[in-house]
Structures are given as structure tokens and as C-alpha cells.
């Protein structure tokens, strides 16, 4: 986690803005209500030039949260695709992070949001491993946060909004209070659900397990590359509901997100697991090969700037 480092343009419906000059009124909706949907994700230098991870993915899945929440985008993915490269382009960053965001602006107050305009924009910056490249390499602590995972029928974990990073947003500071470097939250019926922005998985006597959709969680992308690396090196993949107890009986802990990437987990509830294992090794290998263009089988995932 790290303070933005600016760059010089942001896109901000249709048009390039000085980064300084792309603001948006206090009045805005979005910013009183949460009416929000946003993605995260990241462009990597290959071999071949700077390309980003599953962007037409992730713009696809920001369509469908605007969908969920009754909000109609001006731009088609397609349009929003281009934007992104045009964006990346323009800004001369050959590795970044990526940070489209739709939002109700600046025209209506009181909770129904269909009165106020939408805005759409697309901003870039260099970014680093998001928990820390030492986490990358050694793992991280985590710890089961006190605060329960929003409930699916309350703020549904298929949206990406801003209104649900409230939730995230509390875990995340407690378990930092508390000496942890990061927090796994449980859904309402006690089951793991996720980090405060990452996905989970564990692996007990070789099998990889992560908690199914069902139980509340974002239908992450890194997760979705995972498990098909998983089961492309012959490991076996269940999405199965999981306790705590899992996490501490675990051979393996890990996050994957968009800006954690493949974080191995050391420690939960000081619980020593240990250091990362040949699986969670083999699969952050793989994934950053991937994401870096050095394998062909997965050259579909990448789309070239």
C-alpha cells in the first residue's frame, strides 16, 4: 500500500485532462452515497511491450456491476478498451496500474441515484506490489477481522463498488491496529470469504481450495488465472465453502488480486503456517510469467498496448 504517484494525464469522459485538473464537485452523488463502480488492474512489460492483464475482462465485469446497480454506462467495454491504451499511451508508462471508475456526479441529492449524471474515467500511475515486495517473497501475517463480510443480499459481492469498500476499509485498519499486515474477513454464516481486497485460497495435502462465489465474494480475475494454472501444472482445484480452522490447519495460504497478485500468507491469527510452499511457489512462478507474456498458452489474457 503506497501513496499515488502521479502521472500527467487522466481521462475523464471522452477527453484527456491534466492530472490536476480532472476533479469532480463535492456535490457529487458518488461521493455521499457511494453510487460508484470501479476496477483495478495492471499493465506489465513484456518481451514484446506493455500489456495489460485481462483489461477486457475486467471492463467487461465493470459493465456488469453497473449493470447490478442500475447504472447504464455511456461507453460500451470496447470503447472503454481503447480508452485504457490511449490512456496508458499517453501517459508514457510502460508498467502501471489501472483505475477505471463509473460514478453517479454532480446534479442530485437524496438516495435515488438516477437523476445525476454518470461519469466515467480512466487513470494510470506506476505501482508496486501492493502489500510489499518483501510480502511477495516471504508472506504476510493476516488475521480474522471482527468485522463480518458484507452479505451478498445487502451489497452483493459481484459488484465492485466503492460502497463496499467501506466494509473492506474497516478490516483492513483493524487488522493493521492489531499487527497484522492484512485481514481476512468471514461472511455472515462463518465462512471464510476474502481479504480486504484480495481473494483466498488455502492447500492441504496438495489439493487447492477457495471459497466459492456463493459465499459472498468478488469474482476475481486473478483468481480465475489461478485456478487455471493450478489445474494446468495437474493440481486438483474445489471451490468449497471454508471455517477458520482451515486457514489454520492449512499446508498453504494465499491472496491473489489484481494488486496483490499472488501474496503468500506466513501467519493467521498467529498461527504460524510458514514460510510460502512448493505450491503457492510453482503458481506465483507461473502466474508472473503469464501476466509478463513468457507464456505463450496464456498469450490470450494479455491485450498489447
Not at 502521472?7 to 452523488?29: C, D, M, R
Not at 499517453?90 to 496500474?97: A, F, G
Not at 488455502?202 to 471459497?211: C, K, L, N, S, Y
Not at 487455471?228 to 490447519?249: F, M, N, Q
Amino acid at each position: 500500500m503506497a501513496d499515488i504517484v502521479e502521472a500527467k494525464y487522466i481521462w475523464k469522459n471522452g477527453e484527456f485532462l491534466p492530472w490536476a485538473q480532472a476533479t469532480t464537485h463535492v456535490l457529487s452523488h458518488a461521493l455521499h452515497y457511494g453510487t460508484a463502480v470501479f476496477e483495478g488492474i495492471r499493465c506489465y512489460e513484456t518481451q514484446t511491450g506493455s500489456a495489460v492483464f485481462r483489461l477486457r475482462d475486467h471492463l467487461k465485469r465493470l459493465e456488469s456491476s453497473a449493470r447490478i446497480i442500475n447504472m447504464e454506462l455511456p461507453y460500451s467495454p470496447e470503447e472503454l478498451i481503447d480508452a485504457a491504451r490511449q490512456t496508458i499511451r499517453k501517459n508514457e508508462l510502460s508498467s502501471c496500474y489501472i483505475r477505471p471508475i463509473a460514478y453517479r456526479g454532480y446534479g442530485a441529492v437524496g438516495v435515488n441515484p438516477r437523476r445525476a449524471p454518470i461519469d466515467v474515467v480512466i487513470a494510470v500511475w506506476p505501482w508496486d506490489a501492493y502489500l510489499g515486495e518483501s510480502a511477495l517473497a516471504e508472506g504476510i501475517a493476516a488475521g480474522i477481522s471482527s468485522w463480518r463480510q458484507r452479505s451478498a443480499n445487502a451489497t452483493p459481492g459481484a459488484v465492485k463498488s466503492s460502497a463496499s469498500y467501506l466494509n473492506s476499509g474497516l478490516a483492513n485498519m483493524e487488522a493493521l491496529d492489531n499487527g497484522y499486515g492484512e485481514a481476512i474477513l468471514l461472511n455472515e454464516l462463518g465462512f471464510v470469504a476474502e481479504g480486504s481486497g484480495e481473494n483466498i485460497f488455502v492447500v492441504r495435502d496438495g489439493i487447492v481450495a477457495t471459497p466459492p462465489l456463493s459465499d459472498g465474494i468478488l469474482e476475481g480475475l486473478t483468481r480465475a488465472s489461478v485456478i487455471t494454472i493450478a489445474r494446468d501444472l495437474g493440481y486438483s482445484v474445489v471451490e468449497k465453502s471454508l471455517v477458520r480452522t482451515d486457514l489454520y490447519l492449512a499446508d498453504e495460504v494465499f491472496f491473489t488480486g489484481t494488486a496483490a497478485e499472488l501474496t503468500p500468507i506466513n501467519s493467521v491469527d498467529h498461527r504460524a503456517i510458514g514460510k510460502p510452499g512448493p505450491v503457492t511457489r510453482a503458481l506465483q512462478e507461473r502466474f508472473f510469467a503469464a501476466a509478463t507474456g513468457r507464456l505463450p498458452e496464456y498469450a490470450e489474457w494479455l491485450d498489447v498496448v
